[in-house]
C-alpha cells in the first residue's frame, strides 16, 4: 500500500508540475491551412502529414508516383528549412487510401534515405484522406544540438 501512495505521490506532483519543455512552431506557407507545418519540441521536429496538392486545392496528376515524389519534397522542403535533411528522420507514418499501392510507394519513398537508415514506420489503409489524396506522410526528425 505504502509503495501505491508513494508512486501516486510521485505522479501528482509531475503532473502539478509546469512543463519544462517549450515548443516552437512553425506556421504553414499558406496561412489559411489551420495547423503548422511542422512544431519542435525539445530535439524533436514534428512533421504535419505532407500531401501533393495542386495549386487548386485538388491532387496533382500523375498516379501514386507523382504524389509520393511530391509529398517526399514537400517534407524535404520543411526539413532543409529547419536545417535538416532525410537522414535526420527517425520515424514516419503512412496514409494510403489503397493499401495495393504499398509497392508503388515504397519504390519512391526508399530513394529519399540511405538504405542502412530507413526510418521507423508504420502505415495503415484510410477511406479517404484531405483534398482527394492518396497518399499522406508525417514524420519525425532529430534536431541537431
Known amino acids: ?3 501505491i501512495l508513494a508512486a501516486t505521490a510521485v505522479w501528482a506532483s509531475a503532473a502539478a ?3 519544462t519543455i517549450g515548443a516552437v512552431y512553425f506556421p504553414n506557407s499558406d496561412p489559411k491551412l489551420p495547423f503548422s507545418s511542422a512544431v519542435q519540441v525539445g530535439d524533436v521536429l514534428y512533421l504535419s502529414g505532407a500531401l501533393a496538392s495542386d495549386d487548386k486545392g485538388g ?3 500523375g498516379g501514386m508516383p507523382a504524389e509520393t ?6 517534407i524535404g522542403v520543411t526539413l532543409k528549412a529547419r536545417g ?5 528522420v ?8 489503397d493499401v495495393s499501392q504499398w509497392g508503388e510507394f515504397n519504390k519512391i519513398y526508399v530513394t529519399y534515405f540511405k538504405p ?9 489503409g484510410a477511406a479517404a ?5 492518396h497518399v499522406e506522410l508525417e514524420c519525425w526528425a532529430r534536431v541537431k544540438p
Do not use: H, N, W
Open 59 to 61: 491532387v496533382i496528376a
Open 129 to 133: 484522406l484531405a483534398r482527394g489524396a
Open 69 to 74: 515524389k511530391a509529398v517526399m519534397e514537400q
Open 84 to 88: 535538416l535533411s532525410y537522414g535526420d
Open 1 to 3: 500500500m505504502i509503495g
Open 116 to 124: 542502412d537508415r530507413l526510418p521507423a514506420r508504420s502505415a495503415f
Open 90 to 97: 527517425f520515424k514516419c507514418t503512412v496514409m494510403l487510401t
Open 17 to 19: 508540475a509546469p512543463a
